[in-house]
Structures are given as structure tokens and as C-alpha cells.
């Protein structure tokens, strides 16, 4: 069974630096196809996916907020951590992290996630 | 970047009721859409993947069609367990994007 689970911190300040960590089990990060995602969630709305790490450390970041945010894995650990730079009111939503599994035809997929974890940023 | 739309935002249906749920992508993706079900305060799920392959552990009331850069997702029997906001997101390259998510609502 693959479970995720986020952590980290539920409230920042404007211009910090927010670091979530992803922990997961029931699969390796070194095992050829598989991923870790990051997708947000602001609050009553639409998810936006942020990055993707895969198992030969390849990233894949969103265009718009590619100088905000780094992506990084611990095999040995099973986690998986993004953070993201000058944390603003507008990047309050639920951030999660999924699992990409392996998929011989190429088709991405997030399946499972974790439960998010509600990030707010304020002064 | 490929923009997905989903129209209607919300619908109204009764238990019992075929519901279709439509999303168009900007572009041609070919079949690489998926879809989501997400409840209140809950992880969105994986429902749909490739267009039309049933996730395991999916009921089979569910079904995908399309390509290109038309896609339905069916319910065929709406049950009270499926009132929820259904995402559905490309796959076809990064940045992978979702559309704003149609909300199934009781009737």
C-alpha cells in the first residue's frame, strides 16, 4: 500500500522561505519511472501542479514559478522536499504531494496523494 | 501552456441520473487526460487515466471517452457517494495542467 504524507510548516510570513517535506512508503524513488509531484490548492479553488521529481533526478518545474521553487529527493529516507522562496499571500492554499507511478505507454498520473497539509501565509 | 476548460462549474443531479461531465483541452493531447474526484477537505482521487482506462478499485460506473481535445467523463448511475468536484488534467506535457473542476451537486 502507497501512502504520502506532507508536513511541515501552517503558517509562514511574507517573504519567507517555506519548506514542505513529502514522506511516503510502500514504494522507492529508485525504482526506473516512478515520481513524487507537488500540486497546490488555494482555498475554493482549482488544483495547479508546482513540480515533479522523478527516480534519475530528472525535475520538472511550472514555468511561472520556476525561480521560487527547488525540488529535491533523500532516497534513504523516503522524502521527498520542496521549497519554494519569497512566500507571498496569494501561495495560502493546501499543498499535496502524490506519487507518479511507472507507466510503460509514457501517461502520467498522480495516484495516490497525500492528505495536504494548509499552508497560510500572513504577517 | 495547454489550457484546459471545464464547463459547466457546477450541475445539479439526482441519484440515479446519467451525468456527463465535459472538459476540452486548448490543444490536441491525443488521450493523455485524466481524471479526479475530490470530496470536501478530502486528497482528490484518481479515477480515469489515459482517457478511458478505470483506475483499480474504481466503480465501473465511471467511464472516460474522448481524444484529442474532447473528453467526457460519464457517471452512469449517479450515486450519493459521487457528489463531489471532478478535475480533469493533461498529461500530455509539463506543465501539467487541470481544469477549474465541475461541482456535482444534489438536485
Known amino acids: 500500500q502507497i501512502t504520502l504524507k506532507e508536513s511541515g510548516p501552517t503558517l509562514v510570513k511574507p517573504t519567507q522561505t517555506l519548506t514542505l517535506t513529502c514522506t511516503f512508503s510502500?514504494?522507492?524513488?529508485?525504482?526506473?519511472?516512478?515520481?513524487v509531484g507537488w500540486i497546490r490548492q488555494p482555498p475554493g479553488k482549482a488544483l495547479e501542479w508546482l513540480a515533479l521529481?522523478?527516480?534519475?533526478?530528472?525535475?520538472r518545474y511550472i514555468p511561472s514559478l520556476r525561480s521560487r521553487l527547488t525540488i529535491t529527493k533523500d532516497t534513504s529516507r523516503n522524502q521527498v522536499v520542496l521549497t519554494m522562496t519569497n512566500m507571498d499571500p496569494v501561495d495560502t492554499a493546501t499543498y499535496y504531494c502524490?506519487?507518479?507511478?511507472?507507466?510503460?505507454?509514457?501517461?502520467?498520473?498522480?495516484?495516490?496523494w497525500g492528505q495536504g497539509t494548509l499552508v497560510t501565509v500572513s504577517s | 501552456d495547454i489550457q484546459m476548460t471545464q464547463s459547466p462549474s457546477s450541475l445539479s443531479a439526482s441519484v440515479g441520473d446519467r451525468v456527463t461531465i465535459p472538459c476540452r483541452a486548448s490543444?490536441?493531447?491525443?488521450?493523455?487526460l485524466n481524471w479526479y474526484q475530490q470530496k470536501p477537505g478530502k486528497a482528490p482521487e484518481l479515477l480515469i487515466f489515459?482517457?478511458?482506462s478505470l483506475q483499480s478499485g474504481v466503480p465501473s460506473r465511471f467511464s472516460g471517452s474522448g481524444s484529442g481535445t474532447d473528453f467526457t467523463l460519464t457517471i452512469s448511475s449517479l450515486q450519493p457517494e459521487d457528489f463531489a468536484t471532478y478535475y480533469c488534467?493533461?498529461?500530455?506535457?509539463?506543465?501539467?495542467?487541470f481544469g477549474q473542476g465541475t461541482k456535482v451537486e444534489i438536485k
Open positions: 488534467q493533461q498529461s500530455y506535457n509539463a506543465p501539467w495542467t
Open positions: 521529481i522523478y527516480w534519475d533526478d530528472d525535475k
Open positions: 489515459a482517457a478511458s
Open positions: 510502500g514504494f522507492s524513488l529508485t525504482t526506473t519511472g516512478v515520481g
Open positions: 502524490a506519487h507518479r507511478p511507472f507507466d510503460s505507454s509514457g501517461h502520467l498520473r498522480f495516484d495516490p
Open positions: 490543444e490536441d493531447i491525443s488521450s493523455y
